[in-house]
């Protein structure tokens, strides 16, 4: 009887419980590994053991299409998306990264990164996700092997891309660059080789990738403004109980905010390590300004209606 009653405890406790386990690319000992983990400590307390937030670090669990993948079949509950992923999941998340849309202003997109918000995790919600929140990941910057001093001296460069985005292809044929599909993790060496002359990421990116060891210039230009976002599987979301959801909604977005703060400080250190190794920071011309906004229409115009919906765009335009 006694067996009885501890296997019955056991199996109701089994049933309560709910791992909630994450892919992402940060590595071990970096300031968003520092915050994730002290989350997923809090959320265990917080609950009293009911929800369990188990991150995978480095992309142990692959980069993010083979995280969403292994989501999708239910391998994982979330993970950390960006870029072309983020957009794979809901197109709409990608009209913050529109090109020449902020003009460097970092605080100006952060506030519309929130007020956009609420329309954009509607999107996730219809594409069976939840987000417990937005991460600034900065401002992107382009860097070369190759001297550019302008906007149309970029013409020709062979620049990386993710294989498949919808917004980066459409930059790259306004701005008439040389497209080079490859996998993240190839960038650096191709960089080596000549493969590839340019790339493109924030500065603590840039950094963290290795690529301020193979380029000569950085583009004091910045390109775009790159967000992503912490995703659960909604069928995982569902299972876990409406108070337990409240306490880990309120305590994710507190270590976000961390990770964000920590982000701009890094990406502040990151340009200025990148700028103390030698590389040179190129200064376009004030006419350039006018041609963004060229390129920027013409960019819009092929992704309206094809990445992201008009009400979206005209949603962010309300904003600005």
Same mark, same amino acid.
Not at 13 to 24: E, H
Not at 121 to 126: R, T
Not at 276 to 302: H, N, Q, T, Y
């Given at each position: 009887?006694?067996?009885?009653?501890?296997?019955?405890?056991?199996? *109701?406790? *089994?049933?309560?419980?709910?791992?909630?386990?994450?892919?992402?690319?940060?590595?071990?000992?970096?300031?968003?590994?520092?915050?994730?983990?002290?989350?997923?400590?809090?959320?265990? =307390?917080?609950?009293?053991?009911?929800?369990?937030?188990?991150? &995978?670090?480095? @992309?142990?669990?692959?980069?993010?299409?083979?995280?969403?993948?292994?989501?999708?079949?239910?391998?994982?509950?979330?993970?950390?998306?960006?870029?072309?992923?983020? @957009?794979?999941?809901?197109?709409?998340?990608?009209?913050?990264?529109?090109?020449?849309?902020?003009?460097?202003?970092?605080?100006?997109?952060?506030?519309?990164? &929130?007020?956009?918000?609420?329309?954009?995790?509607?999107? /996730?919600?219809?594409?069976?996700?939840?987000?417990?929140?937005?991460?600034?990941? @900065?401002?992107?910057?382009?860097?070369?092997?190759?001297?550019?001093?302008?906007?149309?001296?970029?013409?020709?460069?062979?620049?990386?891309?993710?294989?498949?985005?919808?917004? +980066?292809? *459409?930059?790259?044929?306004?701005?008439?660059?040389?497209?080079?599909?490859?996998?993240?993790?190839?960038?650096?060496?191709?960089?080596?080789?000549?493969?590839?002359? !340019?790339?493109? !990421?924030?500065?603590?990116?840039?950094?963290?990738?290795?690529?301020?060891?193979?380029?000569? &210039?950085?583009?004091?230009?910045?390109?775009?403004? *790159?967000?992503? !976002?912490?995703?659960?599987?909604?069928?995982?979301?569902?299972?876990?109980?409406?108070?337990?959801?409240? +306490?880990?909604?309120?305590?994710?977005?507190? &270590?976000?905010?961390?990770?964000?703060?920590?982000?701009?400080?890094?990406?502040?250190?990151?340009?200025?390590?990148?700028?103390?190794? @030698?590389?040179?920071?190129? =200064?376009?011309?004030?006419?350039?300004?006018?041609? !963004?906004?060229? /390129?920027?229409?013409?960019?819009?115009?092929?992704?309206?209606?094809?990445?992201?919906?008009?009400?979206?765009?005209?949603?962010?335009?309300?904003?600005?």
């Amino acid at each position: 009887m006694k067996l009885l009653l501890t296997l019955l405890c056991f199996i *109701s406790f *089994s049933v309560q419980a709910q791992t909630l386990k994450v892919g992402v690319l940060a590595p071990e000992g970096t300031n968003w590994a520092k915050n994730l983990k002290a989350m997923a400590k809090e959320i265990k =307390k917080a609950t009293d053991n009911k929800v369990k937030l188990k991150i &995978y670090f480095g @992309g142990s669990q692959g980069d993010e299409p083979d995280v969403l993948r292994k989501v999708r079949i239910g391998q994982l509950q979330g993970g950390i998306f960006t870029g072309k992923t983020l @957009g794979d999941i809901n197109g709409n998340a990608r009209v913050m990264e529109v090109p020449f849309t902020f003009g460097g202003d970092r605080e100006k997109a952060l506030k519309t990164m &929130y007020e956009m918000a609420p329309f954009i995790n509607k999107g /996730f919600e219809k594409a069976e996700f939840h987000n417990l929140g937005f991460f600034e990941l @900065g401002m992107v910057y382009f860097v070369s092997q190759v001297e550019t001093p302008s906007l149309n001296s970029l013409k020709g460069l062979k620049i990386w891309s993710w294989e498949g985005d919808k917004l +980066v292809s *459409s930059m790259i044929s306004a701005m008439d660059l040389v497209s080079v599909p490859l996998p993240l993790p190839d960038v650096l060496s191709s960089l080596s080789t000549g493969i590839v002359q !340019a790339a493109y !990421a924030p500065p603590l990116g840039i950094v963290s990738l290795q690529w301020n060891t193979k380029i000569k &210039y950085l583009v004091d230009f910045p390109l775009a403004y *790159s967000t992503g !976002a912490m995703l659960i599987s909604k069928k995982s979301w569902d299972k876990v109980k409406p108070e337990h959801k409240k +306490v880990i909604q309120e305590i994710s977005a507190k &270590y976000i905010g961390k990770v964000n703060a920590g982000n701009i400080k890094d990406n502040e250190e990151a340009l200025a390590a990148i700028k103390s190794m @030698g590389v040179k920071f190129l =200064k376009f011309p004030d006419k350039d300004v006018e041609l !963004a906004k060229k /390129f920027r229409a013409e960019i819009i115009k092929k992704l309206k209606g094809d990445l992201f919906t008009s009400e979206a765009w005209d949603k962010l335009n309300s904003k600005l």
